[in-house]
C-alpha cells in the first residue's frame, strides 16, 4: 500500500510540471483606458509577436524595449514566469511622433519559451508628452491574442 501511494505522489509531482503556464501571480496591472494610444497584433506564433503602436494624439509619444506577457487562467490574468531569467532587455527609449504608427517585434521564446495554446495578452509601458518640459503621464497598455 505504501508503495502504491508512493508512485500515485510521484505521479501527481511529475504530471504537474507538464504542460501549461508557470505563474509569478495574479496579475496586478492597472491597463489604462485611452483614446489616443492603440496596439493592435499584426502577427503572433508560439514563439514571437508584431505590434502595430498607433499614436492617435498631438503628443510624443515614448516606449521601452520591454514588455510582459500574461496568461488568462479561470478569468483571471497570470504573469508568465520567463524560462531564461537572466534575460535582459535593452535599454533604450523609442519616441512616436504625434498622430503617427510603427510597428514594434520580439521573438519572445528567448524569455518564455514557445507558449502552448491558450489565451494570452502582452503588456507595454508608455509615457505620453504633452510638452517639451512635461515629466509624461504613463500609461499601461494591452492586447490580447489566442493560440490554438
Not at 500500500?1 to 511529475?14: R, T
Not at 503556464?21 to 508584431?50: F, H, M, P, Y
Not at 509619444?61 to 504573469?79: N, Q, T, V
Request: glycine share 6%; with cysteine; hydrophobic share 40%.
Amino acid at each position: 500500500m505504501k508503495k502504491f501511494a508512493a508512485i500515485i505522489l510521484v505521479l501527481l509531482f511529475i504530471l504537474s510540471g507538464c504542460g501549461g503556464n508557470k505563474s509569478l501571480g495574479e496579475s496586478a496591472e492597472a491597463i489604462s483606458d485611452t483614446d489616443i494610444l492603440r496596439l493592435k497584433i499584426t502577427d503572433v506564433s508560439e514563439s514571437q509577436i508584431a505590434l502595430e503602436i498607433i499614436n492617435e494624439s498631438k503628443c510624443e509619444i515614448a516606449y521601452e524595449e520591454s514588455y510582459f506577457i500574461e496568461f488568462e487562467k479561470d478569468g483571471r490574468w497570470h504573469r508568465l514566469a520567463p524560462k531564461n531569467e537572466d534575460y535582459a532587455f535593452i535599454e533604450v527609449a523609442y519616441v512616436l511622433e504625434k498622430e503617427s504608427t510603427c510597428t514594434w517585434g520580439h521573438k519572445f521564446e528567448q524569455i518564455y519559451g514557445k507558449l502552448p495554446e491558450g489565451k494570452y495578452r502582452i503588456i507595454k509601458y508608455f509615457t505620453v508628452f504633452e510638452s517639451e518640459n512635461d515629466p509624461g503621464e504613463k500609461m499601461t497598455l494591452a492586447a490580447q491574442f489566442r493560440l490554438g
